[in-house]
């Protein structure tokens, strides 16, 4: 079965640049290179902040950035400041089998 | 400015179907590059992507939900809807509406809380 694994949870101090990696397992799902992150903090809507693997959306702070290499892609988040603190998914859109959401990543800024 | 908002029962029985509806405010809903979706998170969960549902109307849904999802859109109303069949208490959920290109969604609705409960 196609999967993404991302850890559980990181945390990091203001300031820091902390790297959430999101890893497919069982299949090509990161075959078109669509890989999405959002941001989600608790009790709202998430938020896109990546897609496309490395493209920001307009609005989106310069601090989160995007990358690729082989079946893992990352989100590194530089400069941590306290509103960074959210949970974070990261999607592949994999054609006919739609979007695959990773479990979360909890980031909790010391 | 898109504006999504989701809408319907907040309480389903097990077995029956769950109906929602998202209005869409604003002038993207013929933008033949967008599709139109919905994803759920069960309470303390992740996100889960149901289906979504092109302006032409093709759709395209979740195969581990086996066919138990149903979209589909109203042009002149600017709706498009989800219908969920035999559902149980696995699909309680807060269930999003949402828009963009084929492989992100940018605009979000706030989100609906659906229970299933006799």
């Known amino acids: 079965q196609s999967a993404l694994t991302q850890p559980a949870s990181l945390s990091g101090s203001p300031g820091q640049s902390i790297t959430i990696s999101c890893t497919a397992t069982?299949?090509?799902?990161?075959?078109?290179?669509?890989i999405s992150w959002y941001q989600q903090h608790p009790g709202k809507a998430p938020k896109v902040i990546i897609s496309?693997?490395?493209q920001r959306p307009s609005g989106v702070s310069a601090r989160f950035s995007g990358s690729k290499s082989g079946n893992t892609a990352s989100l590194t988040i530089s400069g941590l400041q306290a509103e960074d603190e959210a949970d974070y998914y990261c999607?592949?859109?994999?054609?006919?089998?739609?979007?695959?959401f990773g479990p979360g990543t909890s980031v909790t800024v010391l | 400015q898109l504006q999504l908002q989701e809408s319907g029962p907040g309480l389903v029985k097990p077995s029956e179907t769950l109906s929602l509806t998202c209005t869409v405010s604003?002038?993207?809903?013929?933008?033949?590059?967008?599709?139109w979706g919905w994803v759920r998170q069960p309470p303390g969960k992740g996100l889960e992507w149901l289906g979504s549902?092109?302006?032409?109307?093709?759709?395209y849904d979740n195969p581990s939900l086996k066919s138990r999802v149903t979209i589909f859109l109203d042009r002149s109303k600017k709706e498009f809807f989800l219908k969920l069949s035999s559902v149980t208490v696995a699909d309680t959920a807060v269930y999003y509406c949402?828009?963009?290109?084929?492989?992100?969604?940018?605009?979000w609705g706030q989100g609906t809380m659906v229970t299933v409960s006799s």
């Open positions: 949402a828009t963009g290109l084929q492989d992100a969604f940018a605009i």
């Open positions: 604003g002038d993207s809903f013929t933008r033949t590059d967008y599709y």
């Open positions: 549902i092109h302006y032409s109307g093709i759709t």
């Open positions: 069982g299949s090509d799902i990161m075959i078109y290179n669509l």
């Open positions: 496309g693997v490395t």
């Open positions: 999607s592949s859109y994999a054609g006919s089998r739609g979007h695959v």
